[in-house]
Each structure stands twice: as C-alpha cells, then as structure tokens.
C-alpha cells in the first residue's frame, strides 16, 4: 500500500513540478498580502491570515479541483494503471499538497522573519500544525468530484471568485466574513474550551464522511467526454 501511494506521490510531485503556476501562486500571493499589510504586523500570530490563504489554495485547488481536471484530461488512467484503489490516489493528493503548502509556509515564515517581529521556528511551528487542522477541508473538497455535469473551467472560476472576495475582505470589518473560509481556517489555531473542540470534532467528522462518500462514488471516466 504504502508502495502504491509513493508512486501515486511522486507521479504528482512531478506534475506539481512541472505546472509551476499553482506553486507560485499559493506563494506569492501571501507574500504580496503580507507586505501590503505589513504595518499590522506585530507578532507571529498574525501570519494566521496568510497561512490560511495557502492552505485553502493547496487543499481547494489542489487536492477537490486536481481530482476534477484530472478526470476530466482523461488523466487517470495512468494513476489507475498504478492502482484502482480511489482511496489511495487521493491520499498521495493530500500528501503532495500537504508538503507544497509546507514549502510555502517555509518561504513565507523566512520572508516574515526577515522583514517583521516575527520568530521563525514559532511560525514554522504554528503554520505545520494548521497544515494539519485543516485537513477535514481537503477530505471536503473531494465533494467537487460529485458535480458530475460542471466542468473543471466552471468549478475553478467559481471557486477563484469565492478566493478572491474572501481574500480581499479578509482583513477587513465586513459583514462577508462571516461566512469567510478563510476567516474560519485562521482562527483553528485559536480554540479554547469543550464547545470550540466539539464543534471542530463534528464539522471535521462532516467534512471527512462527506469526502469518503464522494470518493467511493468518484467516477473515472470523464462525463464531460461522453
């Protein structure tokens, strides 16, 4: 098993490699936020807000919406050649999005540390164990596979609107953050007490038995072709 994952793994490392564009993105992004508001901040904590950017970017993008484009390319024959298990392909996703955003978290902390009050391994310490919260969205974002008849173009603007407002609002007083992801993806690292955890137990209970339905039900080939 743990054979097929690596070379699930390494199939979208090299592909993650190859299509630089997302890597950037989900880099200079928080890096381009972070300087235009840099005057707020005043300790490592702060960087929350931009963690949150790239995780969202790595787990919506690149593990829900990968999973699409894939199906749709016709792409999955060779992941299949390597295993049918459905479970296990998307595994090696979470795996591989899971060390890109640690790769970017890594050039975020040391350009936050290097222009700002902040501790670097604190930051390197915070932003791995968010990486690790927020796993539940990556098991959520498998429920896109469901949308049989939307294509991956149609899915992915969607998407990149609901990015964006939520980014441009994220640091500001607006009544839209109250249903901002990213407003609730930063705060993870701030729960205290019994109702804060209950609650983040049954969201990610959700999020991941939603996930695994939609995985056993992920169709290989694309409708979109038929």
């Known amino acids: 098993m743990l054979n097929i ?8 490392m090299k592909i993650l490699l190859k299509e630089k564009l997302p890597l950037l993105w989900s880099t200079a992004l928080p890096v381009i ?26 787990y919506i993008f690149g593990v829900g919406l990968q999973a699409v484009r894939l199906r749709e390319a016709g792409l999955l024959k060779t992941y299949f050649s390597i ?19 640690f790769i970017s978290m890594l050039i975020l902390n040391s350009i936050a540390a290097l222009f700002f009050p902040v501790n670097f391994l604190e930051a390197m310490m915070y932003s791995t164990v ?7 969205v990556a098991f959520l974002s498998a429920n896109l ?5 939307s294509s991956y173009q149609t899915l992915s603007t969607v998407i990149a609107v609901i990015f964006f407002v939520s980014l441009f609002t994220l640091t500001m007083d607006n009544v839209i953050n109250y249903v901002n992801p990213l407003v609730y993806l930063s705060q993870l690292l ?11 137990v049954i969201i990610s209970a959700i999020c991941m038995v939603t996930g695994i339905y939609s995985l056993r039900n ?6 979109m072709r038929r």
């Not at 392909?89 to 999005?97: C, P, R, Y």
């Not at 968010?130 to 539940?136: C, E, G, K, R, Y």
């Open 5 to 12: 994952v690596k070379a699930h793994y390494i199939l979208n």
């Open 33 to 58: 936020f972070l300087f235009i508001n840099g005057q707020y901040v005043q300790d490592t904590m702060f960087l929350n807000f931009f963690w949150a950017i790239i995780i969202f970017a790595c």
């Open 83 to 101: 295993n049918h298990s459905r479970m296990l392909f998307f595994i090696s996703l979470v795996l591989t999005q899971m060390t890109s955003a």
């Open 130 to 136: 968010l990486i690790v919260l927020t796993l539940p």
């Open 145 to 149: 596979t469901m949308l049989h008849k």
């Open 190 to 200: 701030f729960l205290q007490g019994v109702y804060d955890y209950l609650v983040y």
């Open 218 to 223: 992920y169709q290989v080939n694309s409708v």
